[in-house]
């Protein structure tokens, strides 16, 4: 039995590896993408060391310092449940099966889905999750960036150079961004603010050609190109079970840590720490090893 | 023989960038396509491809779409 399993290779989980590592822990990491929410960052400022780098650089940064020692990673692979029976950990992937003293969830955030109908039909065919990336494939079209906080804000404003007319589809009564990016959406003379409308599906036929909103209590259709959706983000922690969790999903943790579960550790965004950083991420991982590791020492 | 790798990219995308280093690293040439600033690229990538994600790839009229890093592999054979 493996004295430690580490969730997640993002900031959090790799700087988690590290710390084992040099600990010589007996341990694997699985991760079903390297590098984690890091690695879609864009500039990234406020890293104590680098005055500026991008999410990309950094993120092989950290994994290259994980290679640096002997550990076995698992890439491309995906936890579907954690849980605790009899002071075992078993941990069940997509591809295999194991067993720990402990385990580390490091899981961090994806994308939140509207979950509405043609949702997954249009993803990628005119629907996106990522605007830094896709934005400029939609030149001179009509567009929807759904969401008013500050990522959809941002959406909208790199649209601006782009789009021919966005829609900024929004499901609260106001902007909740930060007013300065509310300032120039305003300004802008082809942004449109819908408040208060929900969307309700997306229509198309080999591409999205419209979305279905509603507001006032009235279905309409809007005929758009793209859409971009831009509604925050939801923890992966669905699949640990037997742990407390807050009310947006994310797992509760102590000042070491622990969650209520002996042996089951959490850190980095997928736990209830306020403020979702990468520096806080890797200095949770950090401290959540340790804690673990002090966990074992107690209970051998 | 070597492969005729083609990418196409955005300059602002993440996964753009990974996918190009990633073929660097494993000394593979290819070329690169903006699709931000190649409208004809961009069109030879949505009909290539049947969607507007990217990166998007095509290796010998292999098309991967995304950092597939297993396919990717798999299909150079490396």
Known sequence: MLDLIVIGAGPAGITASVYAARKKMDFLVISKDIGGQAAWSGDIENYTGYQFISGPELASKFEDHMRQYDITVKDNEEVREVKKLDGIISVASDKSAYEAKTVIVASGKKTRELNVPGEKEFKNKGLTYCATCDAPLFSGKDVAVVGGGNSGLDAALQLTKIARRIYLVNIAPEITGDPVMEEQVRKSSIITVLNDTRVTGVTGDKFVTGISIKRNNKEEALAVGGVFVEIGLIPNSGFVKGVEKNELGEIKVNCRNETNAGGIFAAGDVTDVPEKQIIIAAGEGSKACLSAFRYLLQHN | ?78
């Open chain 2, 1 to 78: 023989m070597d492969k005729n790798v083609t990418v196409y990219s955005t300059p602002s995308c993440p996964w753009c960038l990974r996918v190009k280093q990633f073929l660097k690293e494993g000394n593979i040439a290819f070329q690169d396509l903006d699709v931000a600033s190649n409208q004809q690229a961009a069109q030879e990538m949505i009909k290539k491809s049947g969607q507007m994600g990217v990166p998007v790839l095509d290796i010998d009229g292999e098309i991967i779409v995304g950092f597939d890093k297993e396919k990717i592999k798999a299909v150079l054979g490396i």
